[in-house]
């Protein structure tokens, strides 16, 4: 069973335009860690952000916004304002107990920003 | 302080030989991981580990595959007798030891098979 699911395999905007890219998971743990990583065409994954399963908070830095919902197992990223900088494939990630503490990841949003 | 550094970038070798790539972490971290990326999927965990200790490996690692941390500072990664599904992103990273804390990548070695 996938542990986590990026349903959106590829997804296509115009700079300038709004974009959210869907991350639901699955753990049996009550404490566990999500992140967002990018990979651009260069191949290293950047952190973007991390969050722990107590704070469900919403979070916004600068045109990039999470939003955690426990209640239906989701993780969404959404970048406002795009720009084509942003194009790059982008994992969710999920790390708990159950999983040995390590990274289990989704497979990927190819985010497409066009000028 | 660079950040995760993989060496090479890019590997062609042909069916059979041995293969090794070597990973150098951020110097502060303790642990250490290795990740296989194929086309179009997430990275896939290999093996960690926590200073010189390797704590774990995947039932992805079979036994033509061997990783090593001498001295908890760089670590490699053999293949031994390369096979064509070998070809793949091999990503290395590292943390500090404490659980939920964001892993840094490396730049990942591409290994084709041929």
């Known amino acids: 069973a996938q542990k986590v699911t990026q349903a959106q395999t590829e997804i296509s905007v115009v700079e300038k335009e709004d974009v959210t890219l869907d991350c639901v998971y699955e753990?049996?743990?009550?404490?566990?860690?999500l992140f967002w990583y990018k990979q651009p065409p260069s191949g290293e994954l950047v952190f973007l952000i991390r969050?722990?399963?107590?704070?469900?908070q919403n979070e916004i830095s600068g045109r990039y916004s999470w939003n955690f919902q426990k209640s239906t197992s989701s993780f969404n990223f959404t970048i406002t304002a795009s720009q084509v900088v942003d194009s790059a494939v982008y994992f969710c990630a999920l790390s708990a107990v159950e999983y040995g503490n390590k990274l289990v990841f989704g497979a990927g949003t190819i985010l497409r920003v066009k000028s | 302080d660079t950040g995760v550094s993989q060496n090479p970038r890019h590997k062609i070798t042909k069916r059979g030989q041995n293969v090794t790539f070597r990973c150098d972490p951020i110097s502060e971290h303790n642990r250490l991981y290795w990740y296989r990326q194929t086309l179009g999927q997430g990275p896939e965990f290999l093996t960690y580990?926590?200073?010189?200790?390797?704590?774990?490996k995947s039932r992805l690692l079979s036994d033509r595959f061997s990783a090593e941390r001498p001295k908890g500072s760089f670590s490699t990664l053999e293949i031994q007798r390369t096979e064509q599904g070998d070809s793949a992103m091999y990503l290395c990273?590292?943390?500090?030891?404490?659980?939920?804390?964001?892993?840094?990548f490396g730049q990942g070695t591409r290994l084709t098979v041929v």
């Open positions: 990273a590292s943390s500090l030891p404490t659980w939920g804390t964001e892993a840094f």
């Open positions: 753990t049996r743990d009550t404490t566990y860690y």
């Open positions: 969050r722990n399963s107590f704070d469900e």
């Open positions: 580990f926590q200073n010189e200790a390797q704590l774990e």
